[in-house]
């Protein structure tokens, strides 16, 4: 996912960390929509690709500004755009 976040113009970085305590729960848990899928007919608007555009965007636009109004109303933009 880096990778496809420093294709589309942002400087992703990643740091390695080697010592990490016992494994958590969080490092088992993977996304899953099917229950959504199955039991509501959930299907997503929008595919990775475009998501991580979004993201992305809205990161490098984040790193930019300085006032919260401002990421407040990108973010009501994005939501709006695409709902």
């Known amino acids: 996912m880096a990778a496809e976040m ?14 990490l305590p016992a494994l958590h729960e969080a490092q088992r848990l993977q996304l899953d929509c099917t229950k959504a ?5 959930w299907t997503p608007r ?3 690709d475009q998501a991580l555009d979004l993201t992305t ?3 490098l636009r984040a790193a930019q500004e300085t006032a919260g109004d401002a990421l ?3 973010t009501r933009a994005q939501i709006s755009n695409n709902s």
């Open 46 to 48: 929008l595919s990775l």
């Open 6 to 19: 420093r294709r589309q113009g942002g400087e992703a970085r990643w740091r390695a960390e080697n010592e």
């Open 37 to 41: 899928a199955d039991k509501l007919g």
């Open 72 to 74: 407040l109303a990108l």
């Open 57 to 59: 965007d809205w990161y």
